[in-house]
């Protein structure tokens, strides 16, 4: 584990789990509101040898809780870059999940020479072009609980998973720190999706109600030649419980890895 400097000053924690060299270039793990790490430690045994990157995004675990006034997606896509930088890694796979798909949109539009893949998982176009989810959902959202881990997770999976499932929800070091998540979530009108030219998977639950799975098909209709998967009965985390999911994202990585033949 170390700290990434970002451009303000602000310290960001990271961790990089060594893979072997003959894996294929890193992953870095882009979570979701208000989720530090924990957040993919359900996943992160999934990417077999390849070297896995996750980080706590500023306002959650070990990061700084420092914000400017005006934060935003594209912002936190700096992070990304401010953390790839102090790992040493030039280029790598990009995998966002919820808002860390729409981090994950700036990167691929603007630092594709960084980027050799995008995964873009249970996430939206936002702004006004995305579909809004449930009224229920986004009390959900809100107030948390086993109502919120209900849409993460499916129920037989949170029954053999309780503690995990209870833990890996939203959780910001202050309350303004999850003023600015949900304010750049609210306001996130990400680049335009025709400029990421970089191979991008579309990898949705089809019981997602936190982000509708319509988004997923907005997302790979606009994204050149987009790839998209959609799993059947998954809900917001949709590799809970399916290890298929993460069998198809491997499988894209290693199709984009610059040693693939």
Not at 145 to 174: C, K, N, Q, R
Not at 187 to 208: C, Q, R, Y
């Amino acid at each position: 584990m170390a700290y990434a400097m970002a451009g303000d000053g602000a310290r960001l924690w990271f961790s990089a789990r060594p893979g072997s060299e003959d894996a294929g270039l890193p992953v870095v793990l882009v979570a979701g509101l208000a989720l530090d790490h924990h957040g993919w430690d359900s996943a992160v045994a999934d990417f077999g040898e390849r070297t896995v990157i996750v980080f706590d995004h500023r306002g959650t675990g070990e990061s700084d809780d420092l914000f400017p006034e005006a934060w935003s997606t594209r912002d936190f896509a700096r992070d990304v870059l401010a953390v790839l930088d102090a790992a040493g890694v030039t280029r790598a796979h990009v995998y966002g999940h919820s808002m860390g798909g729409r981090i994950a949109q700036w990167l691929g539009a603007e630092h594709a020479d960084r980027v050799a893949s995008l995964t873009l998982g249970a996430t939206t176009v936002g702004g006004p072009g995305s579909i809004p989810r449930p009224t229920h959902a986004s009390e959900a959202l809100t107030t948390g609980g086993a109502a919120l881990t209900a849409l993460f997770y499916p129920d037989a999976w949170i029954a053999e998973h309780a503690t995990e499932a209870g833990s890996v929800m939203p959780a910001p070091t202050s309350p303004e720190a999850m003023r600015h998540h949900l304010a750049a979530v609210a306001l996130h009108d990400g680049p335009a999706l025709s400029a990421i030219t970089v191979p991008t998977l579309v990898i949705h639950g089809d019981e997602d109600q936190l982000a509708v799975p319509e988004n997923a098909e907005l997302l790979a209709q606009s994204i050149p030649d987009a790839r998209l998967v959609l799993l059947s009965g998954a809900r917001h985390a949709y590799w809970a419980g399916n290890p298929d999911a993460h069998q198809q994202v491997r499988a894209f990585l290693a199709e984009h890895d610059p040693t693939a033949t």
